[in-house]
């Protein structure tokens, strides 16, 4: 695992999205129980062409150690029906599902 990085945002190239919200405060040096809230369902949101697609970071069930990130792409304000959709523990995971779901939204708007 990569060493912890609170910004971790900064070191992907988020092309053209804006981050609009982000409230990520999750230590993964630390042990679960001592950030428990920290695990919440919004953690991250970049849009793309103004919130016609969006990148979404989430921890379900939210608070629960058993739970997993959720890194979606949603588009059109579809949330019953995100076009990407992909689950993991580590910040390794984090990196590789959004810069995945970058690559979708590059891919949907330039075809």
Known sequence: MKAFKKDFLKDIDLKDGKVVYYDFEINFNLPFENQK??????LIQIHFN???YIIDVGWYPEFNEKGSFVISVI?????????FEKNGKSVDHLIMYINKAIKIITLLRNP
Not at 37 to 42: P, V
């Open 37 to 42: 809230w920290s695990f919440k369902e919004d």
């Open 50 to 52: 103004e919130g016609k």
């Open 75 to 83: 588009n059109d304000y579809d949330w019953n029906n995100p076009i």
